[in-house]
């Protein structure tokens, strides 16, 4: 669904309540909007909905809704039929694609779903629930920075538009599909949990799935069968070594293995036929392409000892890279006033086409140390800060 709503905005106010009526006028037709100033409560309603990635219709269509009351002009573009996942892109000017800047973070969380909960029992509120932080914690403030700086007239109706994006914490469809918009901003803003500071870059990632093939036997009797289990933990092992011998940086540190799924076999007297496990590789020296040939020598090398006459390691051992990766990413840190670190994690910046002319930017509130986890949790300060933060940013980007 598209709403062609078209306005710019000629004079506010300042604001002082949670939602402030503002006249906008484009040509000779008049519209009024509803710029909400109520950070809390767009965080909450939010966070209470489950997002996790696959299952993003509903949060998309409240975030959609939401925008629109507001007065923007929303497009939700679909990026899968069934089920239904959209991303949302909203703009209060003539048109998202010619938006100065782009401000985006994603709307999909990680499983499972923990409901929200505020705790003001102390001075500093505290608020938990999936999401909370990773990225829910973002697009809430983003969109409140980008109203206060409509309400206060720091900016104009065409510098901005705003695009919420499904999977990212599937590898990216969402953002991939993104591209398909045509979007042409100077600088990009994205938000994920920096702690309040810019980020200066962030480290590649690899996926591998490795599939190893067994022949099954009784286990009384071992010598008949191979184990597919035994393969995959030799494998596994030889890649535990490799990580610590891959190339180090000065900027990102060193690559990281983690073996974040196995699983295997039927039963304790039956020799595996199956095992397969999931393993995500962090990059922080080197290509992707670099790193698939380490991988694939040292996954050979390990099942050496279980080949037979004429077979080949592939007989034994499957290895698939599911997309093609990303090398380390550098990220611009200029704004004034804001400290820089580098993380660990990956985020949408590398699924998005962006020139070396155009900027990005990632910022955002809460810790990825309680990302993923069952204690996510953000501070209602941290929130408020972030909306700050977010308009120095946005300011910075239309004005360097």
Not at 323 to 341: L, N
Request: no cysteine.
């Amino acid at each position: 669904m598209k709403v062609l709503g078209v306005f710019a905005l000629l004079a506010v106010a300042a604001v002082t309540r949670a939602h402030e009526p503002v006249q906008a006028v484009f040509g000779h037709h008049a519209k009024h909007l509803d710029l909400t100033r109520d950070l809390i409560g767009l965080h909450r309603n939010l966070t209470s909905i489950e997002s996790i990635s696959g299952n993003e219709k509903h949060v998309g269509e409240w975030l959609a809704a939401t925008l629109e009351a507001q007065g923007y002009s929303v497009e939700k573009q679909v990026v899968e039929e069934e089920p239904l996942r959209f991303n949302v892109l909203a703009w209060p000017g003539a048109s998202a694609q010619d938006a100065r800047v782009l401000v985006s973070s994603h709307i999909d969380t990680v499983p499972p779903f923990y409901p929200y909960k505020y705790d003001n029992s102390t001075t500093n509120a505290t608020i938990f629930g999936r999401g909370s932080v990773d990225a829910k914690g973002s697009v809430a403030p983003q969109v409140i920075a980008v109203n206060k700086l409509f309400s206060e007239g720091k900016i104009s109706p065409d510098d901005v538009a705003l695009l919420y994006v499904v999977g990212e914490e599937i590898g990216g469809d969402g953002m991939r599909a993104a591209n398909a918009l045509s979007l042409k901003p100077q600088a990009v803003v994205f938000g994920e949990p920096t702690e309040g500071k810019l980020v200066s870059g962030h480290k590649g990632n690899l996926m591998v799935q490795l599939t190893a093939k067994g022949k099954a036997a009784h286990s009384g009797y071992p010598w008949l069968g191979r184990s597919a289990i035994e393969v995959l933990v030799k494998v596994l092992a030889g890649l535990m070594e490799l990580s610590a011998n891959l190339p180090e940086s000065d900027k990102y540190g060193v690559t990281t293995f983690n073996l974040g799924k196995i699983q295997g076999g039927v039963a304790a007297n039956v020799v595996a036929q199956d095992a397969s496990a999931s393993v995500a590789i962090r990059i922080a020296e080197g290509t992707p392409s670099f790193i698939k040939a380490e991988v694939v020598k040292v996954v050979h090398l390990a099942v050496q000892s279980f080949l037979e006459d004429g077979m080949k390691p592939e007989d034994v051992v499957d290895i698939h890279f599911p997309s093609a990766g990303y090398g380390p990413i550098d990220i611009d840190h200029d704004v004034p006033g804001f400290d820089a670190i580098t993380v660990n994690y990956g985020t949408d910046i590398p699924n998005f086409n962006l020139t070396k002319q155009q900027k990005r930017y990632l910022y955002g509130p809460g810790s990825i140390l309680v990302a993923h986890s069952d204690h996510e949790t953000i501070l209602e300060s941290q929130l408020w800060k972030a909306v700050d933060g977010y308009q120095k940013i946005i300011l910075h980007a239309l004005n360097g």
